[in-house]
């Protein structure tokens, strides 16, 4: 009964490795997440399901860079 336990833990564990590294396959790119829905107050860069998209981060840095430019020119 302990061998079948072990051989039946090492399979699950090899199955595991196997997706890990990506031999059995790999996800598809899907962008059904991709939104323009508006900040929630005091968030900058919203996160998706996996991370963050990075469309947004791209269009919050030019907002922040832009707004760093405004500033600059009232300064002097």
């Known amino acids: 009964m302990f061998w079948l336990i072990f051989v ?3 399979v699950v564990i090899g199955v595991f490795a196997l ?3 990506g031999a ?3 996800l598809k ?3 059904s997440l991709e939104t323009n829905a508006p900040f929630e ?3 900058r860069i919203p996160l998706t399901l996996f991370g ?4 947004r981060v791209d269009q919050v840095i ?4 832009a707004e760093i430019a405004v500033l600059k020119s009232k300064k002097n």
């Open 19 to 21: 997706a890990a590294t």
């Open 29 to 31: 790119s899907d962008d």
């Open 41 to 43: 107050e005091g968030q």
């Open 52 to 55: 963050y998209q990075k469309t």
């Open 62 to 65: 030019s907002n922040l860079e």
């Open 24 to 26: 059995l396959g790999e």
């Open 8 to 10: 039946v833990g090492l």
